[in-house]
């Protein structure tokens, strides 16, 4: 999970992931470049911390956290606070502060309780009137485009791993799943998790592997250029038809050359492209 967090390029499995858990569909704008984002040392030990803008413009803070720390609790506030006023520009208004949302996900017993999943939110309820919650002025709603007032306040959330108990209910449990047992299941449908189950594959390959699996995808993306200059060029539709049956002739052929090498059916498949079926049909015969 390390691993794929701090691919910049996983944008869509980061999306899927922050979608199942806030609950509206995230768009990641950029990975930001912070003091948050800087690996230590340590890091193999310690933690993951990955900041991200959506197209909303606010921040997001993800911690993934591994060795337990009696203060972590008071580290979360501190993350989110500093963001905030990393992110206000010098002379600039209190209404340009940045929406923060810290997703902390925590391999250790943090705090008691017995759900798995926690969030936190700044609300002002009454003194005497204890179920009243004070709200926005129309005015303030308006000028901020908040129904309420803890949508400027941080949000916090704590996924505390390893009290899941393995069955996925849901969506979101599914990406828990995920989180703590680096398997996808294949009936699993929760958001980004089969783009991640594909990078999993390929991180779980060895490093031979790897390198035939890394050249197929260049080449995949030098042929889409040719493809992309011959339409442009006015090549007609039969040629780039007779090309790509050259090209499954080929994954064939080196299919089976794999499979006389006893190289398993994941592996083939992620290295010439074949589904499991056809390769299974190859074996067959």
């Known amino acids: 999970m390390k691993k794929i967090l701090r691919q910049k390029a996983n944008f869509g499995i980061l999306e899927g992931f922050l979608t199942e858990l806030l609950k509206f569909d995230v768009k990641i704008q950029e990975i930001l470049e912070s003091e948050a984002n800087q690996e230590t040392e340590d890091d193999k030990f310690n933690r993951v911390d990955l900041l991200a803008k959506n197209e909303k413009g606010e921040l997001i803070l993800i911690e993934v956290q591994h060795r337990s720390e009696i203060d972590y609790f008071h580290r979360m506030l501190y993350g989110s606070s500093k963001l905030i006023t990393e992110y206000i520009k010098q002379g600039k208004g209190y209404g340009r502060v940045k929406k923060v949302y810290s997703v902390n996900i925590v391999y250790f017993e943090l705090g008691q309780g017995r759900d798995y999943i926690y969030h936190g939110k700044t609300e002002f309820r009454g003194f005497h009137e204890k179920e009243e919650i004070l709200r926005p002025s129309q005015k303030q709603q308006e000028d901020f485009l908040i129904d309420r007032v803890y949508e400027i306040y941080p949000e916090y959330f704590v996924i505390r791993v390893n009290q899941f108990n393995d069955i996925a209910k849901n969506s979101l449990d599914e990406w828990i799943y995920f989180l703590k047992n680096e398997e996808i299941k294949d009936k699993f449908k929760g958001k980004g998790l089969d783009e991640a189950k594909k990078t999993l594959d390929v991180m779980k390959l060895g490093e031979k592997a790897r390198a035939v699996y890394n050249r197929r995808q260049e080449n995949k993306m030098y042929k889409a ?7 442009v060029e006015g ?22 050359i794999s499979l006389k090498q006893n190289i398993d059916i994941t592996t083939i498949s992620l290295i010439t492209g074949l589904t499991v079926e056809e390769i299974e049909k190859l074996r067959e015969r």
């Open 225 to 231: 250029s040719l493809l992309y200059t011959a339409k």
């Open 235 to 256: 090549i007609e539709e039969g040629e780039k038809r007779g090309r790509a049956e050259g090209e499954k002739k080929r994954e064939i052929e080196i299919a089976k």
